[in-house]
C-alpha cells in the first residue's frame, strides 16, 4: 500500500492520490469491522474459557489458604501446649522452692500437722485405755481447748 501511494505520488495527479487515500481508508474501516466481528463471535468461547480457569484458580487458591489455615492453627495449639507445660514447671519450682523456705524456718507443713494430729488421737486412745473410763466425746474436748485458761494465782514474797 505505501507503494502504491508513492507511485502514485510521483507520477500521477493529485486525483488518484485521493482516490487511492479514499480505498484504502475504506479498506482500513472493513478491517477493523471484521476483526470486531470475529471477537464478538469468540467473545463467548474467550468468556467461557475465562471462566474455567478462574474456577481452577479460585479451586487451588482455596485448598492452599485452608492447608495453611490448619498449619497455623496447628502451630498454635503446640505453642499453647509448650506454654502451659512451661506454666506447671514454674508453678512447681515456686512451690518447691516456697516449701523448701517454710520448712528452713521451721514452719510444719499440712502433712506432718495432719501426722501430729492422727498420733495425738492414738494417744489419747491409749491414755483413755490405760484410765479404764469411757472416752470422752470429741465435742468437749473441743470446747475445752475453746476455753481460756483461768489466769493463776501469784505467790506473794513473805
Not at 501430729?116 to 491409749?126: D, G, H, I, M, P
Request: cysteine-free; charged content about 30%; overall charge positive.
Amino acid at each position: 500500500m505505501a507503494k502504491k501511494l508513492k507511485a502514485l505520488a510521483e507520477g500521477s495527479a493529485e486525483n488518484d492520490l485521493a482516490k487511492t487515500v479514499r480505498e484504502s481508508a475504506q479498506s482500513i474501516w472493513l478491517a477493523g469491522l471484521g476483526a470486531f466481528s470475529k471477537a464478538q463471535a469468540g467473545g463467548n468461547k474467550v468468556f467461557d474459557t475465562l471462566v474455567k480457569q478462574g474456577r481452577t484458580l479460585e479451586s487451588r487458591t482455596r485448598k492452599l489458604a485452608t492447608s495453611k489455615v490448619t498449619e497455623v492453627t496447628s502451630n498454635v495449639g503446640k505453642a499453647a501446649t509448650r506454654a502451659t507445660q512451661t506454666w506447671d514447671k514454674l508453678e512447681q519450682v515456686f512451690e518447691d522452692r516456697v516449701a523448701r523456705a517454710l520448712q528452713r524456718l521451721g514452719v510444719p507443713t499440712n502433712k506432718d500437722i495432719q501426722a501430729l494430729s492422727k498420733r495425738v488421737e492414738q494417744l489419747t486412745e491409749s491414755v483413755q485405755k490405760l484410765s479404764s473410763r469411757p472416752p470422752a466425746p470429741k465435742q468437749a474436748a473441743a470446747k475445752r481447748s475453746a476455753a481460756k485458761p483461768q489466769p493463776r494465782k501469784r505467790a506473794t514474797k513473805r
